[in-house]
């Protein structure tokens, strides 16, 4: 968040961080439904619940794909939020709550 201080705002590294997901998220999403942003959604829990069968971990590093997927599910949530009129600090505070 960025701090007051004497007089100037400051702003952090995650700061910038935070805008540029929510200008790639407007950019990726913008025209993309509500009902497909949730088809997108479900289809990306099920890709990290095929990502945790044991005959996948047990072959491959999965660590990176499933960073990745959250980060991608993350997206989505943010573009649902946004269309219902919340920023994804509104959900982190009501969330903390």
């Known amino acids: 968040m960025p701090q007051l201080i004497k007089g100037h705002m400051r ?3 995650e700061d910038h961080e935070l ?3 929510n200008e790639k998220v407007q950019k990726q999403f913008v ?3 509500q009902d497909t942003l949730y088809a997108l959604l479900k289809e990306d829990l099920i890709y990290q619940q ?3 069968e044991h005959e996948i971990t047990e072959k491959f590093d999965i ?3 499933i960073k990745m997927s959250l980060a ?3 997206s989505i ?3 649902i939020a946004k269309n ?3 920023t994804l600090n509104d959900l982190i505070t009501v969330f903390n709550q």
Do not use: H
């Open 77 to 79: 949530l943010s573009a």
């Open 50 to 52: 095929l990502l945790k």
């Open 11 to 13: 702003f952090t590294d």
């Open 63 to 65: 660590t990176n794909n």
């Open 19 to 21: 805008s540029k997901f």
């Open 72 to 74: 991608y599910s993350l």
């Open 84 to 86: 219902e009129g919340y």
């Open 31 to 33: 025209t993309i439904k």
